[in-house]
């Protein structure tokens, strides 16, 4: 806007967003004065249809009881929430190593449903609010690049700080998502399978429902593969469990964990519940009343 061009601003909604995400979203253009949000949503239609065919047709060949090819055959059916969808798909949650739900839920949906169509009336130029503190992979990653798409990607902010970002919300006199405040270190799902331990523990504390969704959509996607059994965060040996070390973790088990201390055995007392004042924002933002 500060530069005077035209251009849209885009959401991806992934369907693992915070109500005050949506909020935020669908207000943004009335707190700016630049152009209403679009919103895009992944539909996995096909790739559900695809995946349910293969289970019917191989499953019984590789001698998976009838009962359970039924079942999750049966949970191959569009859920209207891009996130679950793509993991009924694809038969797992996405991990740090295996991030395949950014490019899903958020790269194909733009770049199919607004790119491509811009780009058969001129050039386009993509404009991505990430930096380069946010993690080695972004760091990585140049100011501007030509995308396959045959957009050209830029990345305006890359060298900004944090501080930068929120002098910038100031200059425009524009509040933050409030969940930064609330001690979330990220806002585009919620939770995000990269979350740090102690943003899962905020995360459960201040949204448990959030935390019960999650836990649906663990037992849905476990009845939906043939290993019967998916977890959200990356199957790991469970913390909390020293009589069955090995067991996969699930959401509740981990969330138990992250409200320990180092080590994972001892609860912290002094760090919970206090009374008075404090910021349990680790980006530099207090909670207002």
């Known amino acids: 806007m500060e530069s005077g061009r035209p251009f849209r601003a885009v959401f ?10 949506y909020e935020y979203v669908g207000r943004l253009h009335e707190r700016t004065g630049g152009p209403k949000v679009e919103v895009v949503r992944a539909d996995f239609t096909e790739a559900l249809r695809r995946h349910r065919d293969y ?9 998976i009881p009838h009962a359970i090819v039924a079942e999750a055959a049966a949970l191959h059916e569009p859920t209207g929430i891009p996130f679950l969808d793509l993991c009924i798909s694809k038969g797992r949650f996405p991990a740090r190593m295996s991030q395949f739900c950014t490019g899903e839920l958020k790269e194909i949906p733009i770049t199919t449903q607004i790119v491509g169509p811009m780009l058969r009336r001129g050039p386009v130029l993509q404009w991505l609010g990430i930096r380069a503190e946010e993690s080695r992979n972004r760091a990585r990653q140049r100011r501007y690049n030509h995308h396959e798409s045959g957009a050209v990607i830029w990345r305006p902010i890359r060298h900004w700080s944090v501080d ?4 910038q919300h100031r200059r425009h ?3 933050p998502n409030p969940l930064y405040a609330m001690g979330m270190q990220r806002v585009g799902c919620l939770p995000c399978v990269n979350c740090r331990k102690s943003e899962l523990r905020a995360i459960a504390d201040r949204f448990p429902e959030h935390i019960d969704r999650i836990e649906r959509w663990e037992a849905i996607v476990s009845a939906a593969n043939k290993r019967r059994a998916a977890t959200f965060f990356p199957a790991v040996t469970d913390p909390m469990d020293t009589e069955h070390p090995g067991e996969y973790a699930r959401i509740r088990t981990l969330v138990e964990w992250s409200r320990t201390t180092h080590g994972g055995r001892q609860y912290g007392m002094f760090f919970e519940h206090q009374t008075g004042g404090g910021c349990s924002s680790d980006l530099g933002l207090c909670e207002r009343a």
Do not use: C, I, M, S
């Not at 930068?164 to 002098?167: F, H, K, Q, S």
């Open 12 to 21: 991806a909604d992934t369907g693992n967003e915070h109500e005050l995400t």
């Open 55 to 63: 289970v019917l047709r191989e499953w019984p060949k590789q001698g």
């Open 164 to 167: 930068d970002v929120w002098a």
């Open 173 to 175: 006199g524009l509040r």
